[in-house]
């Protein structure tokens, strides 16, 4: 084993904070719109002092905002998140972008502490699940896609001028097979609101109304791909969408994922 200065007692844990003044330390030089840099390693594996096992803390560099774009927070979209941190008593709002990951060996990182101006909010819970959303996403078969193309561009409009009370878009289909076009599928929409404010309960339901409304016009326009039976839309609190809700459909991202090599489909 080699014998390296890293203790199973180290201060860094998972949403640590990396200063920018620390950068050369640890071996970064030139890395530009960067702030600071965050820990995403579990903190089992920062904590492991076999460093041939375990000889690296995983970073991602974070930028600070100016003010939070609510598309990008709850983990709504896979590759940018938007995250909570304080800062004394101000809250402060961090960019992440899931490709600007680095490696940090842990005998540089033990040379500098974590930078404790930055404390992680209770959206830690939110840090992991984006980090695992990656690598977890559900791809629609490219047959559903092509069918409600036009049904998830409007989904994206009403989701991105109404995200701050959308915490996520849920839905379930059958079968989950490619069918061919004169076979039809079956659809069914939750639009999960966040229960903070009294006024994103009507928003969300008349989201799900209009939705309703427009189905049959927006499918027509991709009609010849084949048909989608919409057989639930409904506005669902936080509250109320169950752990076996949860299981039994998977989240509409507002970005694209399908089966094909050059992505066309929605991200799940």
Sequence with gaps: MQEMPWSRNTTWRQGSVLARKDFQTVGLTDVPNTDLAIAISHDCDIANDNLDAEPAVEFIFA???????GNYT???????????????????????LSSKRLIVQKDKLEAVQPD????????RQILQSWLAARYRRHALPNSLVDRLREVFAYIE???????????????????????PPEEPYELWLNIVYITDKDDYRPMSE??????????PRL??????CGNVILRKCEAVSEMEFTLRDMRETVEYHLEHLSHRTEPSG???
């Design 63 to 69: 930028r600070i905002l100016e003010q939070r774009n």
């Design 74 to 96: 709850h983990g709504k979209n896979p590759r940018v998140l938007h995250l909570d941190y304080t800062d004394g008593e101000k809250l402060v709002s961090l960019e992440l």
């Design 116 to 123: 404790d101006t930055y404390k992680l909010t209770h959206s």
């Design 157 to 179: 409009k009403k989701g991105k001028k109404n995200s701050s009370g959308i915490l996520s878009f849920r839905l379930s289909y059958d079968p989950e097979d490619e069918l």
């Design 206 to 215: 008349d989201i799900a109304q209009s939705l309703k409304t427009e189905f």
């Design 219 to 224: 499918l027509e326009k991709t009609k010849d």
């Design 266 to 268: 929605p991200v799940i």
